[in-house]
């Protein structure tokens, strides 16, 4: 774990000195040092200590790199199809997912399904018949809803356009490809 490096980067990044740190701690320069250079280990209250004056919190400083942040450039994204929709993967995060996805005129995610999991849509152009159980909803651009997707649903464009939904779906365990 390369903790020290990340509150280096942290101090810099917020134009602080050593010696700051050091007023603002209580701890001394070598040990600053030490803990900078990964050269020892820092007690769980000493973290938080440190977090507490640079303002970031203590999990921050304990997350591996590839628990960061992620970007996809709209250059990187992947794009797919599943019965003549056009699916544009935006990102995926553990068990969250967000696609964009586009319905031509009449098209559908076919049959109603279920898998695990939550989702929620935002209509970003268009008008869609979203079905789940006994609910029958006519879905407009602008307006958003979500729903417990281990009850069958069935999504529709039903206008004489194009419809793009937005589509981010979680779920706790291996997502099935929901397309």
Not at 59 to 67: A, D, V, W
């Amino acid at each position: 774990m390369d903790i020290g490096s990340k509150i280096r980067a942290i101090r810099n990044r917020k134009k602080i000195t050593i010696a700051q740190m050091c007023e603002g701690t209580g701890l001394s320069k070598g040990f600053i040092s030490n803990v900078e250079n990964n050269n020892t280990s820092p007690s769980i209250s000493t973290l938080q200590l440190i977090s507490n004056f640079l303002g970031v919190p203590l999990p921050y400083l304990l997350l591996e790199k590839k628990q960061h942040m992620k970007v996809v450039r709209k250059s990187e994204r992947t794009y797919s199809t599943f019965n003549n929709l056009k699916i544009e993967h935006l990102t995926s995060k553990g068990g969250l997912r967000m696609m964009l996805v586009e319905f031509p005129p009449g098209a559908s995610m076919g049959e109603a399904n279920a898998h695990e999991g939550e989702e929620c849509h935002l209509v970003l152009e268009g008008k869609i018949l979203a079905e789940q159980g006994e609910d029958s909803l006519i879905i407009e651009e602008g307006d958003s809803f979500s729903w417990n997707a281990s009850v069958p649903h069935f999504v529709k464009n039903i206008g004489d356009g194009k419809a793009v939904v937005l589509i981010s779906s979680y779920s706790d365990t291996e997502l099935n490809d929901i397309f």
